[in-house]
């Protein structure tokens, strides 16, 4: 079997789907990339700019320059942490929380068609089989982070 044709299908897939969603993206305000940060704060107020930057696996000067477009854009905001100023709290805006509904309804779509045809027992093993390499290729870290979110790869992770 050829490996290097199995990642390349994976991320063929996450590259068609990004450009669906951004095809069928009515909130022009932000890019699909930023809809994951948009998201876990949504889930996480309060979160500061260096927990986001961990648990989206992307740098925090990543984050600062996409926390610092979202507020220009009102979707969010930033409050010192009264107990360490040095640290920003992030906290979507009702703005934001509106772009954060309409994205999540175009999830669900884009979802809906990727899986079209697909039975609850496929789904159900695709699923195991992408949380096994998910737990083949993440540090411990990286399952801290996930359990941190109640992320169900890490059930039963050793």
């Avoid at 897939?13 to 930023?34: A, F, T, W, Y």
């Avoid at 999830?107 to 039975?119: E, K, M």
């Avoid at 093993?125 to 540090?139: C, E, G, P, S, V």
């Amino acid at each position: 079997m050829d490996l290097h044709a199995l990642g390349k299908r994976i991320m063929l897939l996450q590259l068609l789907r990004r450009r669906l969603m951004h095809g069928q993206n009515c909130e022009r305000d932000i890019v699909p990339g930023q809809y994951p940060l948009l998201n876990y704060l949504s889930n996480h107020p309060d979160a500061t700019q260096q927990e986001l930057a961990a648990m989206l696996f992307v740098s925090p000067a990543s984050v600062a320059q996409s926390t610092k477009r979202l507020q220009s854009a009102r979707l969010l905001e930033k409050a010192s942490d009264p107990e360490n100023l040095r640290k920003n709290r992030l906290r979507v805006t009702p703005a934001g929380q509106e772009v954060v509904n309409n994205f999540r309804t175009l999830a669900d779509s884009v979802d809906r068609q990727t899986f079209l045809g697909f039975s609850e027992e496929e789904k159900a093993q695709l699923l195991d089989m992408l949380n096994r390499m998910i737990k083949n290729i993440a540090t411990d870290e990286d399952m801290a982070m996930l359990a941190a979110t109640d992320d169900p790869v890490c059930h039963n992770h050793p």
